[in-house]
C-alpha cells in the first residue's frame, strides 16, 4: 500500500450547512454539483470530503449509532500553522464561520502550541504550531 | 485558511499494536521513539498520526465517551487504487495484517469499486478504485 490517504470523509446531518462552513474557511470544492449529496474539497495532500453520515454509514455497510454531533470520536484532524499567531489566525476564522471552540489555544506539553474546534457536525479540528515538524 | 490537512490522528487502545498493524501495511514511521506514546507516519500529503485514544481526548478537552472499537463515528478514510486489481492486493494486505473485513470489495453506486476494513480500533478505511478523479 502506497503510504497516502486519498480522502477524509467526515459524515454530516446537513450537506449544505457543512459545504458553506469550509467554504468560508476558505476551502474551494471540486466539481460541485448542487444536484449530489456528496461534496469534495481540492486539498493538498489528502482531500476533504463531506458525505451525509446516514449515507457513508449505509456505504461501509455498517449501522449508524447515530451519535450526530457529540461525543468523542477518537478521531481529529489537525491543520498546522508556521506560527502562534498563524493558530490564532485560523481559530478565529474558524469560530467566525461558525465553529464551535473546543480548547482555546495554548501551550501545550509537547512544546507546541495548539487549540481545538468542532466543525457544525462535531468533528474535531486541532490548530497547531509545531516547531520541530513542519507540516504546514 | 491554507487547504491542507498536516495530520489525521487516530486515538487508538494498544499503540504498539496498531503501529504494527500500519507498518505490516507497509508504512513508515517518522522519528519512532518506544519511549513516546505517540507515533507518526511519514505519508505523501497528510500524516497519519496514533495516539492513545484517551490521551487524544483529554488533549482536546473533551469528554471520552469511551466507544473504543465499535459503533460507527462518521468519518472514514479513502485509499484509492488505480485499479480494481489494486483495491483487491490492498484489501488483502490489510486483512493479512489484522484488519477486519467490513465490505469486500465490489462495484458501487457511483461507478467506482470499492471495499472496507476496519483497522484493529474500528477505525474505517474504504480501499477505493475511482475512475474518474485520479488521487492515487
Known sequence: ???????ICLGVSDLE????????LGLKTHDFDPAQNVVFFEMEGTWLELFSRSELAKDAGVTDIGD????FRGVTMAHNEPTKEGVGRVMAEALAAGAKLI???????WGGYSGYFADP???LWEVAYNPYTDLT
Do not use: C, W
Open 1 to 7: 500500500m502506497k503510504p497516502k490517504i486519498s480522502i
Open 17 to 24: 450547512r457543512s459545504r458553506l462552513f469550509y467554504e468560508a
Open 68 to 71: 450526530t454531533t457529540s461525543g
Open 103 to 109: 480548547k482555546q489555544p495554548e501551550d501545550v506539553f
Open 121 to 123: 457536525n462535531g468533528h
